[in-house]
């Protein structure tokens, strides 16, 4: 665990560990206070330079991306209203700094014509070899889990084998993003496809002792850079590789593994219109079963209708900027 060592070490020990005491997760506001404190450090600053100034000056050294900044200002922001409240300062030196405009974001969206292209290169990969055929088949399963479930990365690989419920068909989910637990129904596509994973573990390694539901490598579960190391390897293959592009004022993602689980939103709120019913209604049950805290987070896949509409608007945006 990394410590604070400014002459503001105390403090913003006592702000994270009173967040922490709130719910919140540490990783969440601890590296802007960490960014925060090695500033301090190298800029031999003092209380006295504590101005607003001091803080328009780090607004600058921050990132080039508004995001970022204004992200950062908003955990010193609150840093600094705690300690208002104990006391410690008469005011908030940030209080006056406005956030900057920030960059709006449009992640890359699998189709589904391209979600089952990469399902089927994926399987390609898979080495018939002994040594690596059941490791292999893991990593496929990883992907069917992400593409089909809505996963995040980490979440399949997580999952033992006594979260994996047959009879009901289903997968309980633990620690996710937001600490909360789900179980979740699995499509049957995706049953058939565990149920053929674990029968052929069982054939090859009758003594198998790894808890987790996709085995790795000496009873540890499959990290999650081979799962992304696979996936631009097979990005590559298909011709789907493209860079993160900024336009104007936003900015057009890359694919990456969380594209397929943006993939799967997307595309189930347009298969539920499609049926003749209201996205909308659905967002409740989508979110929770996508393991959101809010379904209003849901909501922001509505933006997006589906892999085309975004090509659509990376070509309009280009040729607006042209006529500017």
Not at 253 to 276: C, D, E, Y
């Amino acid at each position: 665990m990394k410590h604070f060592k400014s002459f503001m070490a105390e403090q913003l020990q006592q702000y994270a560990d009173y967040r922490l005491a709130l719910g919140y997760a540490q990783k969440g506001i601890k590296p802007s206070l960490l960014a925060f404190d090695r500033y301090l450090i190298a800029q031999q600053a003092t209380w006295d330079q504590l101005q607003p100034a001091f803080f328009l000056q780090l607004r600058a050294t921050i990132s080039d991306h508004p995001n970022t900044v204004n992200t950062t200002l908003s955990a010193l922001r609150s840093f600094f209203q705690f300690l208002v409240r104990q006391e410690f300062c008469e005011n908030n030196p940030l209080k006056d700094i406005p956030p900057l405009p920030e960059r709006y974001f449009v992640p890359f969206v699998f189709s589904p014509a391209q979600t089952d292209l990469l399902l089927q290169a994926v399987g390609k990969t898979i080495r018939k070899s002994e040594k690596y055929f059941l490791f292999d088949l893991a990593i496929y399963l990883a992907f069917v889990m992400l593409a089909r479930c809505g996963m995040r990365i980490n979440e399949p690989l997580r999952l033992q084998k006594q979260h994996y419920r047959c009879d009901e068909g289903s997968v309980y989910i633990q620690r996710t993003k937001f600490r909360k637990d789900r179980l979740i129904p699995l499509p049957k596509v995706v049953l058939v496809h565990i149920e053929n994973y674990l029968t052929t573990r069982r054939a090859l390694f009758p003594e198998d002792q790894n808890p987790y539901l996709l085995a790795g490598k000496r009873l540890k579960p499959i990290k999650d850079y081979h799962i992304r190391n696979r996936f631009h390897q097979v990005i590559k293959n298909i011709r789907l590789s493209q860079p993160k592009q900024v336009i104007g004022n936003i900015t057009f993602g890359k694919p990456v593994p969380h594209s397929l689980r943006h993939g799967f939103a997307i595309n189930t709120l347009n298969q539920i219109k499609a049926r003749g019913n209201c996205p909308q209604q659905a967002l409740p049950v989508l979110a929770t079963y996508m393991g959101h805290r809010k379904y209003q987070y849901t909501a922001a896949y509505l933006k997006v209708k589906d892999a085309k509409d975004i090509a659509g608007l990376i070509a309009f945006t280009k040729s607006q900027l042209d006529v500017i």
